[in-house]
C-alpha cells in the first residue's frame, strides 16, 4: 500500500498534469489563431452584397404632404384626436364619473404616516373614510384621489376635481 502513494499515485498525478497541461496550451493556440478571410474573387449566394437601390423620380404623395405640414415647426400643436390605423375601431368615450350628493359630507382623509424615498418611492400610508388604512405610491389614487407628493410628515393628493388637497399627519396627544 505505502508503495502504490509514493510510486504509482506520484506517476499518475504527473501524467495527469502534463496532459491537462498540453490539452490547456491547444485551446489556448485554437482561441488565439485567426481564421482566413474569404478571397475577394469568389463568388457565391454567402458573398453577395445587396445593392441599395436610390428611387428615381417624384416621392410619394403622401411624404410631400408630411414634409409640407412641416412636422417640427415650432408653432406645431398637437392635434385634436389620436392617429388610428386604418381599419382600427373608434375609441369609445369613457363613461361620466357617478353623481355626487352634494348634501353628503366629504371623506375624510387620514395620514399616519410617510416614507421619504429617492427616485419616486416614496409613499404615504393613508385611511380613506371608514375604510381601512392602505399604502398608497406616488402615482396610485385611493377613492377619487391621486397622490402626487410626499414629504416628511405630509402628503399632496390631486382630487379627481382637479383640487389640490394636502394632509399632515396629526400628532398624538394634540
Not at 491537462?20 to 493556440?29: G, I, K, R, T
Not at 405640414?69 to 389620436?82: C, D, I, L, T
Not at 410626499?150 to 394634540?174: M, N, T
Amino acid at each position: 500500500m505505502r508503495a502504490w502513494r509514493n510510486g504509482a499515485g506520484t506517476t499518475l498525478m504527473l501524467a495527469a498534469v502534463a496532459a491537462s497541461a498540453v490539452l490547456c496550451a491547444w485551446s489556448y493556440q485554437r482561441a488565439v489563431q485567426l481564421d482566413a478571410l474569404p478571397v475577394a474573387g469568389r463568388t457565391g449566394a454567402a458573398l453577395e452584397v445587396p445593392r441599395i437601390v436610390r428611387p428615381t423620380g417624384e416621392p410619394p404623395e403622401a411624404l410631400v404632404a408630411a414634409l409640407e405640414s412641416a412636422p417640427f415647426h415650432p408653432e406645431r400643436r398637437r392635434p385634436a384626436g389620436r392617429f388610428r390605423l386604418p381599419g382600427d375601431a373608434v375609441p369609445v368615450a369613457a363613461a361620466p364619473p357617478p353623481a355626487t350628493d352634494p348634501d353628503a359630507p366629504p371623506l375624510q382623509v387620514q395620514l399616519f404616516g410617510t416614507v421619504v424615498a429617492p427616485g419616486g418611492r416614496s409613499f404615504a400610508l393613508v385611511q380613506l373614510g371608514a375604510e381601512p388604512p392602505k399604502l398608497v405610491r406616488i402615482g396610485e389614487k385611493i377613492g377619487d384621489l391621486t397622490l402626487t407628493q410626499v414629504g416628511q410628515r405630509r402628503a399632496v393628493f390631486l382630487s379627481a376635481a382637479g383640487a389640490r388637497v394636502e394632509v399632515h399627519v396629526q400628532r398624538i396627544g394634540s
